[in-house]
């Protein structure tokens, strides 16, 4: 099997199987927990968990915009945390995370 181009999930997209697998509440596509962003409750809406360490029920999402517009749109953080979740909220607080770190990435480190 040949791997994709980060070297993570094959090219067809299934889970290489070398770690921990994770459903994305947007897309519900599987891919190892690594290439996955975490979110857990804060309040009436979700706080990132960029370490993966953060105590409580998690879910898993792609770092992407369009996965993030459809777990907003099915209301996929309130019913995988198990607890009541404002969706645009929860939407608006990964925006803002995946936007700050395209921002810090297009620095290059030099900063």
């Keep these: 099997m040949t791997e994709g181009p ?13 770690g921990p697998v994770r459903t994305c509440v947007g897309c519900r596509r599987r891919d190892d927990q ?10 009436t809406s979700v706080l990132v968990d960029a370490r993966h360490r953060s105590p409580g029920r998690g879910a898993y999402l792609h770092p992407e915009p369009a996965c993030v517009a459809a777990a907003v749109k099915r209301r996929a953080f ?17 925006a803002a995370h995946l936007d700050a770190g395209i921002a810090l990435g297009r620095r290059g480190g030099t900063g």
């Design 34 to 43: 690594a290439a996955l962003l975490r979110v857990v409750a804060g309040g």
């Design 78 to 94: 309130a019913r995988a945390l198990r607890c009541p979740v404002d969706a645009a909220a929860a939407g608006s607080v990964v």
């Design 6 to 18: 980060a070297g993570g999930a094959p090219a067809g997209g299934a889970p290489t199987g070398a």
